[in-house]
């Protein structure tokens, strides 16, 4: 069973920074993709950002230019570094991956609240 695990969320000030990790329990080449979603309150889980197995990216109108999606192979570790946050940021995020063996069953961490607030 693959199992993805996110960390890294937290209370963070207008225009801060934060980096999130997503952990995979599996080689993460053995994903088409990986990527984070998100998730405020009384809202429906939007996308934010994938990556390809072959390292391709994708990003939300929302959040381009402020956020970047990476991978550490070596790690199976995926990354979602977000600058220049804003109240509107604040979610929770998931971490997604599609395994190439499974498409149509993506899996997903537990996510990992995010704050933005002064």
């Known amino acids: 069973q693959v199992q993805l695990v996110e960390s890294g969320g937290g209370l963070v000030q207008p225009g801060g920074s934060l980096r999130l990790s997503c952990a995979a329990s599996t080689n993460i080449f053995m994903f088409n993709t990986m990527g984070w979603f998100r998730q405020a309150p009384g809202k429906q889980r939007e996308f934010v950002a994938t990556?390809?197995?072959?390292?391709?990216?994708n990003y939300a109108d929302t959040v381009k230019g402020r956020f970047t999606i990476s991978r550490d192979t070596a790690k199976n570790t995926a990354y979602l570094q977000m600058n220049s946050l804003k109240p509107e940021d604040t979610a929770v995020y998931y971490c997604?991956?599609?395994?190439?063996?499974?498409?149509?069953?993506?899996?997903w961490g537990q996510g990992t609240q995010v704050t933005v607030s002064s």
């Open positions: 990556i390809t197995r072959g390292g391709s990216t």
């Open positions: 997604n991956a599609v395994h190439l063996a499974v498409p149509s069953a993506p899996y």
